[in-house]
Protein backbone atom coordinates (compact mmCIF):
# COMPACT_ATOMS: atom_id res chain seq x y z
CA UNK A 1 0.00 0.00 0.00
CA UNK A 2 1.34 3.60 -0.89
CA UNK A 3 -0.64 5.46 1.40
CA UNK A 4 -4.02 5.15 3.55
CA UNK A 5 -7.03 5.95 1.30
CA UNK A 6 -10.01 7.30 2.55
CA UNK A 7 -13.09 4.62 1.11
CA UNK A 8 -16.77 5.25 1.18
CA UNK A 9 -18.70 2.12 1.69
CA UNK A 10 -22.27 2.48 1.56
CA UNK A 11 -24.35 -0.01 3.52
CA UNK A 12 -23.71 -1.39 7.01
CA UNK A 13 -25.54 -5.11 6.51
CA UNK A 14 -23.35 -7.82 6.30
CA UNK A 15 -20.85 -6.68 3.50
CA UNK A 16 -20.15 -3.05 4.75
CA UNK A 17 -18.94 -3.86 7.96
CA UNK A 18 -16.85 -6.87 6.61
CA UNK A 19 -14.79 -5.03 4.52
CA UNK A 20 -14.47 -2.34 6.64
CA UNK A 21 -13.33 -4.54 9.29
CA UNK A 22 -10.23 -5.90 6.77
CA UNK A 23 -9.63 -2.57 5.21
CA UNK A 24 -8.88 -1.07 8.75
CA UNK A 25 -6.43 -3.54 9.18
CA UNK A 26 -4.82 -2.88 6.29
CA UNK A 27 -4.10 0.79 7.09
CA UNK A 28 -7.22 2.55 5.70
CA UNK A 29 -9.89 5.08 6.62
CA UNK A 30 -13.37 3.57 5.21
CA UNK A 31 -16.25 5.61 6.51
CA UNK A 32 -19.88 3.29 6.60
CA UNK A 33 -22.80 5.10 5.78
CA UNK A 34 -25.92 3.36 6.01
CA UNK A 35 -29.64 4.60 4.88
CA UNK A 36 -31.59 3.13 7.87
CA UNK A 37 -31.14 5.17 11.32
CA UNK A 38 -29.67 2.39 13.31
CA UNK A 39 -28.74 -1.10 12.02
CA UNK A 40 -31.06 -2.44 9.97
CA UNK A 41 -32.08 -5.82 11.56
CA UNK A 42 -34.52 -8.26 10.23
CA UNK A 43 -34.05 -11.62 8.04
CA UNK A 44 -33.98 -15.30 8.36
CA UNK A 45 -31.29 -16.98 9.50
CA UNK A 46 -28.41 -17.07 7.27
CA UNK A 47 -25.47 -19.92 7.51
CA UNK A 48 -21.88 -19.39 7.11
CA UNK A 49 -20.43 -21.87 5.62
CA UNK A 50 -16.95 -23.21 4.17
CA UNK A 51 -14.54 -21.08 3.45
CA UNK A 52 -16.66 -18.03 4.89
CA UNK A 53 -16.47 -19.59 8.02
CA UNK A 54 -12.45 -19.62 7.52
CA UNK A 55 -13.30 -15.86 6.84
CA UNK A 56 -15.07 -15.59 10.47
CA UNK A 57 -11.55 -17.19 12.30
CA UNK A 58 -9.17 -14.80 10.77
CA UNK A 59 -11.57 -12.26 12.08
CA UNK A 60 -11.69 -13.50 15.58
CA UNK A 61 -15.51 -13.73 15.59
CA UNK A 62 -16.07 -17.70 15.09
CA UNK A 63 -16.31 -17.86 18.89
CA UNK A 64 -19.52 -15.07 18.77
CA UNK A 65 -21.09 -16.86 15.88
CA UNK A 66 -20.69 -20.14 17.21
CA UNK A 67 -22.98 -18.82 20.41
CA UNK A 68 -25.58 -17.20 18.53
CA UNK A 69 -25.80 -19.97 16.01
CA UNK A 70 -29.58 -21.07 15.83
CA UNK A 71 -31.62 -23.95 17.81
CA UNK A 72 -34.64 -25.04 15.96
CA UNK A 73 -34.70 -28.73 16.77
CA UNK A 74 -37.04 -29.80 14.48
CA UNK A 75 -38.92 -28.86 11.24
CA UNK A 76 -42.69 -29.93 10.67
CA UNK A 77 -44.99 -29.93 7.92
CA UNK A 78 -48.36 -29.47 8.75
CA UNK A 79 -51.91 -29.93 6.90
CA UNK A 80 -54.80 -27.38 6.32
CA UNK A 81 -56.14 -28.02 9.79
CA UNK A 82 -52.31 -28.00 11.32
CA UNK A 83 -51.96 -31.63 12.27
CA UNK A 84 -48.45 -32.34 11.50
CA UNK A 85 -47.88 -34.57 8.50
CA UNK A 86 -44.09 -35.41 9.18
CA UNK A 87 -41.05 -33.69 11.64
CA UNK A 88 -37.34 -34.00 10.59
CA UNK A 89 -35.12 -33.84 13.14
CA UNK A 90 -32.09 -31.31 12.50
CA UNK A 91 -30.09 -32.44 15.34
CA UNK A 92 -28.74 -34.97 13.57
CA UNK A 93 -27.88 -33.14 9.80
CA UNK A 94 -26.61 -30.23 12.33
CA UNK A 95 -23.97 -33.04 14.16
CA UNK A 96 -23.57 -34.54 10.07
CA UNK A 97 -22.23 -31.17 9.00
CA UNK A 98 -19.92 -30.36 12.18
CA UNK A 99 -18.15 -27.42 12.60
CA UNK A 100 -18.46 -26.87 8.79
CA UNK A 101 -21.59 -24.65 8.72
CA UNK A 102 -22.86 -22.25 11.20
CA UNK A 103 -26.28 -21.38 10.77
CA UNK A 104 -27.16 -17.64 12.84
CA UNK A 105 -30.35 -15.34 12.51
CA UNK A 106 -29.50 -12.25 10.46
CA UNK A 107 -29.82 -10.20 13.14
CA UNK A 108 -27.43 -11.52 15.75
CA UNK A 109 -24.45 -11.77 12.35
CA UNK A 110 -25.09 -8.07 11.84
CA UNK A 111 -24.76 -6.65 15.36
CA UNK A 112 -21.14 -8.99 15.68
CA UNK A 113 -19.85 -7.49 13.02
CA UNK A 114 -21.22 -4.08 13.26
CA UNK A 115 -19.41 -4.44 16.98
CA UNK A 116 -16.29 -5.54 15.39
CA UNK A 117 -15.48 -2.33 13.48
CA UNK A 118 -17.42 0.29 15.20
CA UNK A 119 -14.71 1.89 17.62
CA UNK A 120 -12.17 1.54 14.41
CA UNK A 121 -14.29 3.02 12.04
CA UNK A 122 -16.86 6.17 11.20
CA UNK A 123 -20.42 5.22 11.11
CA UNK A 124 -23.19 7.59 10.07
CA UNK A 125 -26.89 6.37 10.40
CA UNK A 126 -29.29 8.06 8.35
CA UNK A 127 -27.95 9.04 5.06
CA UNK A 128 -27.96 8.15 1.81
CA UNK A 129 -25.28 8.80 -1.35
CA UNK A 130 -27.17 11.03 -4.24
CA UNK A 131 -24.89 11.16 -6.88
CA UNK A 132 -21.06 10.29 -7.61
CA UNK A 133 -18.61 12.25 -9.78
CA UNK A 134 -15.39 10.30 -10.30
CA UNK A 135 -12.16 11.38 -12.08
CA UNK A 136 -8.45 9.31 -12.08
CA UNK A 137 -7.89 10.73 -8.63
CA UNK A 138 -10.63 10.91 -6.36
CA UNK A 139 -14.68 10.08 -6.21
CA UNK A 140 -16.78 12.91 -5.01
CA UNK A 141 -19.76 12.28 -2.93
CA UNK A 142 -23.00 13.59 -2.34
CA UNK A 143 -25.44 12.89 -0.28
CA UNK A 144 -29.00 13.36 0.55
CA UNK A 145 -28.35 15.03 3.78
CA UNK A 146 -24.40 15.37 5.12
CA UNK A 147 -22.08 17.64 3.26
CA UNK A 148 -20.31 16.64 0.03
CA UNK A 149 -16.84 14.55 0.77
CA UNK A 150 -13.83 13.95 -1.53
CA UNK A 151 -12.50 9.71 -1.09
CA UNK A 152 -10.26 8.03 -2.57
CA UNK A 153 -12.63 4.71 -3.33
CA UNK A 154 -16.23 4.26 -3.16
CA UNK A 155 -17.47 0.51 -2.45
CA UNK A 156 -21.13 -0.12 -2.51
CA UNK A 157 -22.17 -2.74 0.00
CA UNK A 158 -26.24 -1.54 -0.12
CA UNK A 159 -27.74 -4.77 -0.97
CA UNK A 160 -29.76 -6.19 -3.33
CA UNK A 161 -31.59 -2.69 -4.29
CA UNK A 162 -28.11 -0.95 -4.45
CA UNK A 163 -27.99 3.17 -4.74
CA UNK A 164 -24.45 2.66 -6.04
CA UNK A 165 -25.45 0.13 -8.47
CA UNK A 166 -28.36 2.50 -9.61
CA UNK A 167 -26.17 5.49 -9.94
CA UNK A 168 -22.76 3.61 -11.89
CA UNK A 169 -24.64 1.05 -13.98
CA UNK A 170 -28.21 1.74 -14.06
CA UNK A 171 -31.65 0.74 -13.95
CA UNK A 172 -31.97 -2.72 -11.51
CA UNK A 173 -34.90 -4.06 -13.87
CA UNK A 174 -31.77 -4.49 -16.57
CA UNK A 175 -29.21 -6.12 -13.83
CA UNK A 176 -31.64 -8.90 -11.97
CA UNK A 177 -32.66 -12.09 -13.15
CA UNK A 178 -35.70 -12.82 -11.62
CA UNK A 179 -36.30 -16.34 -10.04
CA UNK A 180 -40.34 -16.28 -10.22
CA UNK A 181 -41.29 -15.79 -6.21
CA UNK A 182 -40.78 -12.97 -3.74
CA UNK A 183 -40.17 -13.52 0.26
CA UNK A 184 -41.41 -11.87 3.36
CA UNK A 185 -40.13 -12.16 6.80
CA UNK A 186 -40.63 -10.91 10.20
CA UNK A 187 -40.90 -10.82 14.02
CA UNK A 188 -43.85 -11.39 16.00
CA UNK A 189 -44.54 -12.86 19.27
CA UNK A 190 -44.71 -16.52 19.66
CA UNK A 191 -48.38 -17.09 18.51
CA UNK A 192 -48.47 -20.81 17.50
CA UNK A 193 -46.39 -21.43 21.15
CA UNK A 194 -43.74 -23.60 19.59
CA UNK A 195 -40.75 -25.22 21.28
CA UNK A 196 -37.61 -25.29 18.82
CA UNK A 197 -39.65 -25.43 15.56
CA UNK A 198 -40.23 -24.79 12.38
CA UNK A 199 -43.55 -25.16 10.70
CA UNK A 200 -44.32 -25.60 7.37
CA UNK A 201 -47.06 -25.42 5.38
CA UNK A 202 -47.51 -24.78 1.68
CA UNK A 203 -50.46 -24.71 -1.38
CA UNK A 204 -49.45 -24.88 -4.77
CA UNK A 205 -47.17 -21.68 -5.27
CA UNK A 206 -47.28 -20.47 -1.61
CA UNK A 207 -45.85 -21.25 1.31
CA UNK A 208 -46.42 -19.56 4.73
CA UNK A 209 -44.07 -20.99 7.93
CA UNK A 210 -43.12 -20.09 11.33
CA UNK A 211 -39.89 -20.66 13.38
CA UNK A 212 -39.48 -20.18 16.96
CA UNK A 213 -36.17 -17.53 18.02
CA UNK A 214 -35.34 -15.98 21.32
CA UNK A 215 -35.48 -19.45 23.61
CA UNK A 216 -38.92 -19.58 21.75
CA UNK A 217 -40.07 -16.36 23.07
CA UNK A 218 -40.44 -15.16 19.72
CA UNK A 219 -40.82 -16.28 16.33
CA UNK A 220 -40.22 -15.22 12.78
CA UNK A 221 -42.99 -15.44 9.94
CA UNK A 222 -41.94 -16.95 6.24
CA UNK A 223 -44.20 -16.25 4.20
CA UNK A 224 -43.47 -17.16 -0.26
CA UNK A 225 -45.28 -16.64 -3.23
CA UNK A 226 -44.73 -17.32 -7.19
CA UNK A 227 -45.13 -14.52 -9.11
CA UNK A 228 -43.82 -13.50 -12.54
CA UNK A 229 -42.67 -9.73 -12.29
CA UNK A 230 -44.41 -7.28 -10.49
CA UNK A 231 -44.18 -3.59 -10.44
CA UNK A 232 -43.87 -2.71 -6.79
CA UNK A 233 -42.40 -0.25 -4.61
CA UNK A 234 -39.87 -1.69 -2.40
CA UNK A 235 -39.97 1.37 -0.22
CA UNK A 236 -43.77 0.92 0.41
CA UNK A 237 -44.14 -1.67 3.13
CA UNK A 238 -47.90 -0.89 3.11
CA UNK A 239 -48.15 -1.48 -0.29
CA UNK A 240 -46.32 -4.88 0.40
CA UNK A 241 -48.70 -5.79 3.18
CA UNK A 242 -51.62 -5.30 0.95
CA UNK A 243 -49.67 -7.28 -2.13
CA UNK A 244 -49.53 -10.40 0.75
CA UNK A 245 -52.64 -10.08 1.76
CA UNK A 246 -54.16 -10.42 -1.66
CA UNK A 247 -52.05 -13.19 -2.40
CA UNK A 248 -52.60 -15.44 0.96
CA UNK A 249 -56.45 -14.63 0.64
CA UNK A 250 -58.10 -18.05 1.70
CA UNK A 251 -54.83 -20.03 2.21
CA UNK A 252 -55.70 -22.62 4.79
CA UNK A 253 -53.64 -23.17 8.15
CA UNK A 254 -52.46 -20.28 10.26
CA UNK A 255 -51.86 -18.03 7.70
CA UNK A 256 -54.47 -15.16 7.81
CA UNK A 257 -53.45 -14.73 11.66
CA UNK A 258 -49.77 -14.95 10.54
CA UNK A 259 -50.49 -11.97 7.76
CA UNK A 260 -52.57 -9.77 10.13
CA UNK A 261 -49.41 -10.04 12.75
CA UNK A 262 -47.40 -8.50 10.10
CA UNK A 263 -49.02 -4.68 11.11
CA UNK A 264 -47.23 -4.78 13.98
CA UNK A 265 -43.98 -6.25 13.36
CA UNK A 266 -40.80 -3.84 13.77
CA UNK A 267 -38.65 -6.12 11.13
CA UNK A 268 -40.96 -6.30 8.17
CA UNK A 269 -39.31 -7.43 5.26
CA UNK A 270 -40.59 -8.03 1.64
CA UNK A 271 -38.08 -8.86 -1.35
CA UNK A 272 -38.40 -10.60 -5.28
CA UNK A 273 -36.01 -13.65 -5.53
CA UNK A 274 -34.15 -12.61 -7.84
CA UNK A 275 -30.27 -12.39 -8.52
CA UNK A 276 -27.78 -9.67 -9.22
CA UNK A 277 -26.05 -10.63 -12.48
CA UNK A 278 -23.65 -7.58 -13.64
CA UNK A 279 -21.67 -7.51 -16.77
CA UNK A 280 -18.62 -6.50 -14.32
CA UNK A 281 -18.43 -5.19 -10.60
CA UNK A 282 -16.73 -2.19 -10.75
CA UNK A 283 -16.32 0.97 -12.65
CA UNK A 284 -12.96 3.22 -12.06
CA UNK A 285 -12.78 3.81 -8.65
CA UNK A 286 -16.24 2.56 -7.47
CA UNK A 287 -16.82 -1.01 -6.62
CA UNK A 288 -20.13 -3.02 -5.78
CA UNK A 289 -20.05 -5.98 -2.82
CA UNK A 290 -22.94 -8.28 -1.58
CA UNK A 291 -25.95 -8.40 -3.08
CA UNK A 292 -25.47 -5.23 -4.39
CA UNK A 293 -22.47 -6.95 -7.13
CA UNK A 294 -23.67 -10.41 -7.48
CA UNK A 295 -26.60 -11.49 -5.20
CA UNK A 296 -27.80 -15.17 -5.48
CA UNK A 297 -30.92 -14.97 -3.63
CA UNK A 298 -31.83 -15.73 0.28
CA UNK A 299 -32.42 -19.44 -2.38
CA UNK A 300 -29.03 -19.70 -2.77
CA UNK A 301 -28.33 -20.46 0.87
CA UNK A 302 -25.23 -18.08 0.19
CA UNK A 303 -25.73 -14.65 0.17
CA UNK A 304 -23.75 -13.84 3.19
CA UNK A 305 -21.08 -16.45 2.84
CA UNK A 306 -20.39 -14.77 -0.43
CA UNK A 307 -20.33 -11.57 1.44
CA UNK A 308 -17.79 -12.48 3.35
CA UNK A 309 -15.37 -13.99 1.38
CA UNK A 310 -15.41 -11.33 -1.06
CA UNK A 311 -15.04 -8.69 1.69
CA UNK A 312 -11.34 -10.27 2.38
CA UNK A 313 -10.58 -11.01 -1.09
CA UNK A 314 -11.64 -6.97 -2.31
CA UNK A 315 -9.18 -5.80 0.43
CA UNK A 316 -6.55 -8.61 -0.24
CA UNK A 317 -6.58 -7.17 -3.93
CA UNK A 318 -6.65 -3.53 -2.52
CA UNK A 319 -3.56 -4.14 -0.45
CA UNK A 320 -1.86 -5.86 -3.21
CA UNK A 321 -2.16 -4.22 -6.02
CA UNK A 322 -1.51 -0.35 -6.11
CA UNK A 323 -3.58 0.78 -8.52
CA UNK A 324 -7.38 0.31 -7.62
CA UNK A 325 -9.44 -0.23 -10.58
CA UNK A 326 -6.71 -3.07 -11.38
CA UNK A 327 -7.02 -4.43 -8.34
CA UNK A 328 -10.78 -4.35 -8.69
CA UNK A 329 -10.36 -6.17 -11.96
CA UNK A 330 -8.05 -9.16 -10.39
CA UNK A 331 -10.68 -9.18 -7.45
CA UNK A 332 -13.24 -9.76 -9.65
CA UNK A 333 -11.48 -12.26 -12.14
CA UNK A 334 -10.53 -14.44 -9.44
CA UNK A 335 -13.72 -14.58 -7.69
CA UNK A 336 -16.58 -14.16 -10.04
CA UNK A 337 -16.22 -17.93 -11.28
CA UNK A 338 -17.51 -19.56 -7.62
CA UNK A 339 -19.99 -16.86 -7.76
CA UNK A 340 -21.06 -18.23 -10.43
CA UNK A 341 -21.58 -21.98 -9.19
CA UNK A 342 -22.98 -20.53 -5.76
CA UNK A 343 -25.90 -18.66 -7.78
CA UNK A 344 -26.56 -21.68 -9.69
CA UNK A 345 -27.48 -23.08 -6.31
CA UNK A 346 -30.60 -21.19 -6.41
CA UNK A 347 -33.40 -23.00 -8.45
CA UNK A 348 -33.01 -25.79 -6.54
CA UNK A 349 -34.30 -24.12 -3.69
CA UNK A 350 -37.39 -23.18 -5.69
CA UNK A 351 -38.64 -25.92 -6.52
CA UNK A 352 -38.10 -27.11 -2.78
CA UNK A 353 -39.55 -24.43 -0.64
CA UNK A 354 -42.36 -23.69 -3.14
CA UNK A 355 -43.71 -26.53 -5.36
CA UNK A 356 -45.97 -25.65 -8.19
CA UNK A 357 -48.69 -28.26 -7.95
CA UNK A 358 -50.01 -30.89 -4.93
CA UNK A 359 -47.94 -33.55 -6.48
CA UNK A 360 -44.81 -31.57 -5.92
CA UNK A 361 -45.45 -30.99 -2.88
CA UNK A 362 -46.30 -34.36 -1.89
CA UNK A 363 -42.97 -35.31 -3.23
CA UNK A 364 -41.28 -32.52 -1.45
CA UNK A 365 -42.40 -34.20 2.08
CA UNK A 366 -41.04 -37.64 0.88
CA UNK A 367 -37.43 -36.29 -0.07
CA UNK A 368 -37.95 -34.40 3.56
CA UNK A 369 -37.81 -37.71 5.25
CA UNK A 370 -35.16 -39.06 3.71
CA UNK A 371 -33.01 -35.66 4.51
CA UNK A 372 -30.83 -36.73 7.17
CA UNK A 373 -29.72 -39.84 5.38
CA UNK A 374 -28.72 -37.79 2.39
CA UNK A 375 -26.58 -35.30 5.36
CA UNK A 376 -24.79 -38.36 6.50
CA UNK A 377 -23.71 -39.19 3.30
CA UNK A 378 -22.74 -35.62 1.92
CA UNK A 379 -25.27 -35.98 -0.58
CA UNK A 380 -28.35 -34.10 -2.21
CA UNK A 381 -28.88 -29.76 -2.23
CA UNK A 382 -26.51 -30.08 1.72
CA UNK A 383 -23.56 -31.94 -0.36
CA UNK A 384 -22.98 -29.66 -3.26
CA UNK A 385 -23.57 -26.43 -1.02
CA UNK A 386 -21.14 -27.36 0.92
CA UNK A 387 -18.90 -28.15 -2.08
CA UNK A 388 -19.30 -25.12 -3.56
CA UNK A 389 -18.77 -23.45 -0.46
CA UNK A 390 -14.98 -24.38 0.00
CA UNK A 391 -13.77 -23.76 -3.38
CA UNK A 392 -12.05 -20.83 -2.80
CA UNK A 393 -8.93 -20.97 -1.37
CA UNK A 394 -7.86 -17.77 0.86
CA UNK A 395 -4.15 -15.86 0.18
CA UNK A 396 -2.40 -15.80 3.41
C1 LIG B 1 -33.80 -6.79 6.36
C2 LIG B 1 -33.11 -7.86 5.55
C3 LIG B 1 -33.50 -9.19 5.70
C4 LIG B 1 -32.87 -10.20 4.98
N1 LIG B 1 -33.27 -11.47 5.16
C5 LIG B 1 -32.63 -12.48 4.53
C6 LIG B 1 -33.00 -13.83 4.75
O1 LIG B 1 -33.92 -14.09 5.51
N2 LIG B 1 -32.34 -14.82 4.12
C7 LIG B 1 -31.30 -14.53 3.27
O2 LIG B 1 -30.71 -15.45 2.73
N3 LIG B 1 -30.93 -13.26 3.03
C8 LIG B 1 -31.57 -12.22 3.64
N4 LIG B 1 -31.20 -10.93 3.39
C9 LIG B 1 -30.09 -10.70 2.46
C10 LIG B 1 -28.76 -11.05 3.10
O3 LIG B 1 -28.52 -10.22 4.21
C11 LIG B 1 -27.70 -10.86 2.03
O4 LIG B 1 -27.90 -11.82 1.01
C12 LIG B 1 -26.27 -11.12 2.42
O5 LIG B 1 -26.07 -11.26 3.75
C13 LIG B 1 -25.34 -10.11 1.80
O6 LIG B 1 -25.35 -8.93 2.57
P1 LIG B 1 -25.20 -7.48 2.01
O7 LIG B 1 -24.47 -6.74 3.08
O8 LIG B 1 -24.66 -7.48 0.63
O9 LIG B 1 -26.69 -6.94 1.90
P2 LIG B 1 -27.75 -6.61 3.02
O10 LIG B 1 -27.66 -7.56 4.14
O11 LIG B 1 -29.04 -6.47 2.31
O12 LIG B 1 -27.30 -5.17 3.59
C14 LIG B 1 -27.39 -3.98 2.83
C15 LIG B 1 -27.40 -2.80 3.78
O13 LIG B 1 -27.35 -1.61 3.00
C16 LIG B 1 -28.31 -0.69 3.48
N5 LIG B 1 -28.68 0.22 2.40
C17 LIG B 1 -29.56 0.00 1.40
N6 LIG B 1 -29.61 1.08 0.59
C18 LIG B 1 -28.74 1.99 1.10
C19 LIG B 1 -28.34 3.29 0.70
N7 LIG B 1 -28.86 3.88 -0.38
N8 LIG B 1 -27.42 3.94 1.44
C20 LIG B 1 -26.88 3.35 2.56
N9 LIG B 1 -27.24 2.13 2.99
C21 LIG B 1 -28.14 1.45 2.24
C22 LIG B 1 -29.43 -1.57 3.99
O14 LIG B 1 -30.26 -0.88 4.91
C23 LIG B 1 -28.65 -2.71 4.63
O15 LIG B 1 -28.30 -2.41 5.95
C24 LIG B 1 -31.82 -9.88 4.06
C25 LIG B 1 -31.44 -8.54 3.89
C26 LIG B 1 -32.07 -7.53 4.62
C27 LIG B 1 -31.64 -6.08 4.44
Redesign the pocket.
Known sequence: MERPLTILI???????PAVAYWLVRRGHRPVL????PEL?????A?DIRGTALEVMERMGLDAAVRDARTQILTLSAVRPDGVRTYDVALRPMRQARGDREIEIM?DDLVRILYRAVSDDVEVVFGD??RALTQDDARVVVEFERGATREVDLVVG???????IRELTMGSARRLTHHLGAYLS?YTVDNLLELRDRAVLYNEPGRAAAMFTVRGNQRAKVVLLFRSEPLDIDFGDPAAQYDLLRQRFAGMGWQTARLIESARDAY?F?FDEMSQVRLPRWSTGRVAL????AF?PS?MS?Q??SL?LIGAFLLAHHLAAVPDPASAFGLWEKGFRPNVELNQALATDGISTLLPASRLGIFARNQSMRVLPLLARFGRGFGGRIERVSRAVTLPR
Open positions: SGAGIAGVERTRVGGHVRSVADGHHSTIDYIGDAGPGGTA
